[in-house]
């Protein structure tokens, strides 16, 4: 299950894995955030709140993962990965060169610093 956190004030989304992800994980994503993206030209940013990557429950939920990064990296200013996995590292290495967001790593229990950092200027 994914819990998703959309708040419209600051036009952030916050994503909370909890167990293997599904394909419905991702096509509640993009009915929580495709919406505000098409109103606000959008998202100032996007935080993943985990502990570490739960994995996806089947090939079918992997491509919907992939299609839904593809589909809106350039929709996302900035991505923060709060997690106490090497996740938010990968995220950085790999992201810098497939991602047009910025992407930022933070440890799991620095989720206020994550939004701090969304939010700067």
């Known amino acids: 299950m994914l819990n998703i956190t959309l708040d419209p004030e600051?036009?952030?989304?916050m994503l909370e894995p909890h167990g293997t992800l599904s394909?419905?994980?991702f096509?509640?994503?993009?009915?929580a955030v495709d919406p505000f993206i098409e109103l606000h030209q959008g998202l100032r940013g996007m935080i993943i709140h985990v502990h570490s990557f739960p994995g996806w429950d089947s090939f079918s939920a992997m491509i919907s993962h992939?299609?839904?990064v593809h589909n809106h990296h350039?929709?996302?200013k900035r991505?923060?990965?709060?997690?106490d996995s090497n996740l938010g590292n990968v995220a950085e290495a790999l992201g810098s060169h497939l991602i047009a967001a910025?992407?930022?790593?933070?440890?799991f229990t620095q989720l206020a610093d994550a939004q701090r950092w969304i939010l700067e200027e």
């Open 74 to 76: 350039k929709k996302v």
């Open 66 to 68: 992939l299609t839904f």
């Open 23 to 25: 394909e419905e994980d």
């Open 102 to 107: 910025e992407i930022k790593s933070f440890d």
């Open 79 to 83: 991505i923060a990965v709060a997690s």
């Open 10 to 13: 600051n036009a952030i989304v």
């Open 27 to 31: 096509r509640r994503v993009r009915a």
